[in-house]
């Protein structure tokens, strides 16, 4: 099983929020990509999680979230809520 995430993405990427079952704390959001298939991003949380994840948010409003540490690798997937929706 799996902890519930979520994550405010600012358009053009910078400060966002990153929230687990625990609780939110700030997140940099760094664009690395944008394609035809999608948009990718590193999100980096320094304060609780201490995070560099990869995240992809394809087309569809899907996303995967990709969080790789020493020991494992955690996947979050998902679908996004666009602000005003």
Same mark, same amino acid.
């Given at each position: 099983?799996?902890?519930?995430?979520?994550?405010?993405?600012?358009? !053009?990427?910078?400060?966002?929020?990153?929230?687990?079952?625990?609780?939110?704390?700030?997140?940099?959001?760094?664009?690395?990509?944008?394609?035809?298939?999608?948009?990718?991003?590193?999100?980096?949380?320094?304060?609780?999680?201490?995070?560099?994840?990869?995240?992809?948010?394809?087309?569809?409003?899907?996303?995967?979230?990709?969080?790789?540490?020493?020991?494992?690798?955690?996947?979050?997937?998902? !679908?996004?809520?666009? !602000?005003?929706?």
């Amino acid at each position: 099983m799996q902890t519930p995430i979520s994550i405010h993405v600012p358009r !053009a990427g910078g400060a966002g929020t990153f929230c687990m079952a625990t609780g939110c704390e700030n997140a940099v959001i760094e664009p690395t990509q944008t394609r035809r298939s999608g948009w990718t991003a590193i999100v980096h949380t320094d304060e609780r999680s201490n995070k560099d994840a990869e995240l992809t948010i394809a087309r569809d409003l899907t996303f995967t979230l990709r969080d790789a540490d020493n020991l494992s690798i955690i996947t979050w997937t998902g !679908a996004c809520d666009p !602000a005003g929706s």
